[in-house]
């Protein structure tokens, strides 16, 4: 079945480092692929996300690109912040009719310091 | 706050009771998910309603479980004969109906389960 490994965390950097959560998927179809991010006390929230292959998705200066060749859908930012600490998931959906149900890696936990 | 609410959002039983968690959707999303979080993973899907219709449940559903989501709107997941390993984060999403290419489910802030 379809499955999604994402880096082992936790993740610790300092404020403004570079960003990297690594994502890879086996799917048999073509997946559409999401990042969403679980904050302390909070549910889980859609970062950004991809439907198709070379797609760049972008929001609150993250950033992912679609990569079919490698089947990969890598996490960056350029300067993190201490407000980017959170869980992050790394999800695909298969692109069917009917239930799109999300399948999901484990979770990068990331904790920045001032 | 993404519109969807979950209630209770802390439930400590004990093992062999009942227990029953309800989801509020975003309203006229006509598709509902629920799924499970261990902790330390990420969510597993249980199952899925488009209107009022259950279409597919996971393997992970045992006989133990059941959903509803009479009218099609707000969604109750039971738990019967709870078990030590039915402790988790009971997540429920709701999602506008797309045109073939999936649209974003927003994600309720989920019941804890505890079963002692």
């Known amino acids: 079945g379809d499955s999604v490994t994402q880096m082992e965390g936790p993740v610790t950097l300092s404020e403004e480092a570079f960003l990297t959560i690594n994502c890879t998927y086996t799917?048999?179809?073509?997946?559409?692929l999401f990042w969403y991010v679980q904050y302390p006390g909070e549910g889980l929230q859609l970062l950004l996300k991809a439907t198709k292959a070379d797609d760049k998705g972008s929001n609150k200066g993250f950033e992912a690109t679609y990569r079919k060749e490698t089947t990969s859908f890598h996490l960056e930012k350029g300067s993190v912040q201490v407000s980017d600490s959170a869980v992050y998931f790394c999800?695909?959906?298969?692109?069917?009719?009917?239930?799109?149900?999300?399948?999901f890696g484990q979770g990068t936990r990331l904790t920045i310091n001032p | 706050d993404t519109g969807v609410s979950q209630d209770p959002r802390h439930k400590i039983t004990k093992r062999g009771q009942n227990v029953t968690f309800r989801c509020d959707p975003i309203s006229e999303h006509n598709r509902l998910y629920w799924y499970r979080q261990t902790l330390g993973q990420g969510p597993e899907f249980l199952t899925y309603f488009q209107n009022e219709a259950q279409l597919e449940k996971s393997r992970l559903l045992s006989d133990r479980f059941s959903a509803e989501r009479p009218k099609g709107s707000f969604s109750t997941l039971e738990i019967q004969r709870t078990e030590q390993g039915d402790s988790a984060m009971y997540l429920c999403a709701s999602q506008a109906r797309g045109r073939g290419r999936p649209d974003t489910q927003y994600f309720g802030p989920g019941t804890r389960l505890t079963v002692l």
């Open positions: 799917a048999t179809g073509y997946p559409s």
């Open positions: 999800a695909l959906s298969d692109r069917v009719q009917g239930a799109q149900k999300l399948v």
